[in-house]
């Protein structure tokens, strides 16, 4: 299995970026993604995630995030998506994009997740 993360970049405050987490070696449409970010000293934390087909889809935003991100899935083609806008000083971290089949109550643990991407960089410049 191999999830791979891209689109990270820098950006000012106020700009956009979108990530992309392409996967392999696992049926995608069954597993739940998740965002996570990690800052510089900073504990990794919860951004979003998008259950897989048995979850509906639903999706869970960090309120931090909440308004101005948006998590999506293409399950025919494997991957998924974090939209981010209105971004701020403060988002920047590195962005690792998960995969697993959590319950709901842990879906905002790191240790719920199977599979992780290698990280992408997303710097905002205030």
């Known amino acids: 299995v191999q999830l791979q993360a891209s689109g990270g970049g820098l950006v000012q405050a106020g700009g956009s970026l979108r990530l992309s987490c392409a996967s392999s070696?696992?049926?995608?449409?069954?597993?739940?993604i998740a965002w996570f970010r990690q800052a510089p000293g900073k504990e990794r934390e919860f951004v979003v995630s998008i259950r897989g087909s048995g979850g509906g889809g639903t999706s869970i935003y960090a309120h931090s995030v909440r308004g101005r991100f948006a998590i999506s899935r293409d399950n025919a083609k494997n991957t998924g998506y974090l939209q981010m806008n209105s971004l701020k000083f403060e988002d920047t971290a590195v962005y690792f994009c998960a995969a697993g089949r959590p319950i709901l109550s842990s879906i905002r643990q790191t240790d719920a997740y199977q599979y992780w991407g290698q990280g992408t960089q997303v710097t905002v410049s205030s």
């Open positions: 070696g696992l049926t995608f449409s069954q597993y739940t």
